[in-house]
């Protein structure tokens, strides 16, 4: 099969094509006919070393896949409800840069009717991502407000559209006013150019002073301190990234006073049933939205699978809205 293997540690440019063996699928596992896959963050932090693959995953990037199925026991596929050629979106471990991939059954999900596999392929990292923090762990409800940082990446514009679909209010961070138009106009009710506003003071005047519910934040860094002081009093700061810097100083009596939850997680090195159970809650409460119209992908760019250096390049530039994702017919 094709594929798009890493090199050598270091920029685009390591990313080359190249033939690998089939996978195989093991017990629990479906094996996928890959037609689209989506870029995401960790899939750069791996290219330059820094993202080490879980034991027992393919040192190929690609941490989701949408395709048909081609492959595995009687028993998996009735586990998951699927049979061969049914069409399916993935989240897997690593693997994902190649024409087939090994998937765990519990981690397929049919594709929502109405989209294409280019579409499909950019839901399962980011819906995850989003569902397992902003609603698992944070447990946004209607009628609280969300704080994005950096609402217009994949994981932005899917919280997005998941939390105004439940009635909460969103405000986003983004880094142009290109980007806060194009979130507006995705959903998003405020949007707050980091580089010319504070979005703790901006978040404290939209929001009358109460402050923001829930934090998703990809930054970390100093964005710790300055999201205590625009929480609200039993807010819940989810971390998912540190793209800012794994140092914070933090004001610990805020921390108290505002008896504000403060949680980190990463999700590829969960367990296969973890993410099952997360499947499975998409599959019933969110693939609705999607299929009638009130979600949607939204996609910048699509790449040949040859051109993967290409896009990690624009993902990097981080002048993208929406999704980047590799086509592989």
Request: charged fraction near 15%; include cysteine; charge should be negative.
């Given at each position: 099969m094709r594929a798009i293997e890493i090199t050598a540690p270091g920029?685009?440019?390591?990313?080359?094509?190249?033939?690998?063996?089939?996978?195989?699928p093991k017990a629990g596992e479906l094996l996928i006919a890959v037609q689209a896959s989506g870029i995401n963050r960790p899939d750069v932090l791996q290219r330059k070393g820094l993202y080490p693959m879980p034991p027992g995953v393919s040192d190929l990037p690609g941490l989701e896949i949408a395709g048909t199925v081609a492959g595995g026991s009687a028993e998996d596929l009735a586990v998951a409800g699927l049979a061969i050629g049914d069409a399916v979106c993935a989240l897997v471990a690593g693997g994902g840069y190649a024409e087939f991939?090994?998937?765990?059954?519990?981690?397929?999900?049919?594709?929502p009717r109405g989209l294409t596999m280019i579409e499909a392929a950019s839901l399962p990292e980011t819906f995850f991502t989003v569902w397992q923090n902003v609603f698992g762990i944070a447990k946004l409800q209607?009628?609280?407000?969300?704080?994005?940082?950096?609402?217009?990446?994949?994981?932005?514009?899917?919280?997005?559209?998941?939390?105004k679909a439940i009635g909460a209010q969103?405000?986003?961070?983004?880094?142009?006013?290109?980007?806060?138009?194009?979130?507006?106009?995705?959903?998003?009710d405020h949007a707050i150019n980091y580089r010319t506003q504070d979005f703790a003071t901006e978040v404290k005047r939209i929001t009358s002073g109460k402050g923001a519910h829930v934090i998703l934040d990809m930054v970390a860094g100093e964005y710790l301190g300055l999201e205590?002081?625009?929480?609200?009093e039993d807010g819940r700061i989810a971390v998912i990234a540190v793209q800012g810097g794994t140092a914070s100083q933090i004001d610990a009596g805020l921390l108290l006073r505002k008896r504000i939850q403060l949680t980190g997680s990463t999700l590829r090195p969960r367990s296969v049933a973890y993410k099952t159970a997360i499947a499975q809650e998409l599959k019933a409460q969110?693939?609705?939205?999607?299929?009638?119209?009130?979600?949607?992908?939204?996609?910048?760019?699509?790449?040949?699978?040859?051109?993967?250096?290409?896009?990690?390049?624009?993902?990097?530039s981080s002048t993208h809205v929406g999704k980047i994702v590799l086509s592989w017919v």
């Amino acid at each position: 099969m094709r594929a798009i293997e890493i090199t050598a540690p270091g920029g685009p440019e390591v990313l080359q094509p190249c033939e690998r063996p089939l996978p195989v699928p093991k017990a629990g596992e479906l094996l996928i006919a890959v037609q689209a896959s989506g870029i995401n963050r960790p899939d750069v932090l791996q290219r330059k070393g820094l993202y080490p693959m879980p034991p027992g995953v393919s040192d190929l990037p690609g941490l989701e896949i949408a395709g048909t199925v081609a492959g595995g026991s009687a028993e998996d596929l009735a586990v998951a409800g699927l049979a061969i050629g049914d069409a399916v979106c993935a989240l897997v471990a690593g693997g994902g840069y190649a024409e087939f991939c090994v998937a765990p059954a519990g981690q397929c999900l049919p594709v929502p009717r109405g989209l294409t596999m280019i579409e499909a392929a950019s839901l399962p990292e980011t819906f995850f991502t989003v569902w397992q923090n902003v609603f698992g762990i944070a447990k946004l409800q209607g009628g609280e407000t969300l704080l994005v940082q950096g609402g217009s990446s994949g994981i932005g514009v899917t919280a997005i559209q998941l939390a105004k679909a439940i009635g909460a209010q969103v405000i986003v961070t983004a880094g142009s006013d290109e980007k806060c138009a194009a979130c507006v106009a995705i959903g998003a009710d405020h949007a707050i150019n980091y580089r010319t506003q504070d979005f703790a003071t901006e978040v404290k005047r939209i929001t009358s002073g109460k402050g923001a519910h829930v934090i998703l934040d990809m930054v970390a860094g100093e964005y710790l301190g300055l999201e205590l002081a625009c929480a609200a009093e039993d807010g819940r700061i989810a971390v998912i990234a540190v793209q800012g810097g794994t140092a914070s100083q933090i004001d610990a009596g805020l921390l108290l006073r505002k008896r504000i939850q403060l949680t980190g997680s990463t999700l590829r090195p969960r367990s296969v049933a973890y993410k099952t159970a997360i499947a499975q809650e998409l599959k019933a409460q969110a693939w609705p939205l999607i299929e009638a119209g009130r979600v949607k992908p939204v996609i910048h760019q699509v790449f040949a699978a040859d051109k993967a250096s290409e896009a990690h390049a624009l993902m990097e530039s981080s002048t993208h809205v929406g999704k980047i994702v590799l086509s592989w017919v």
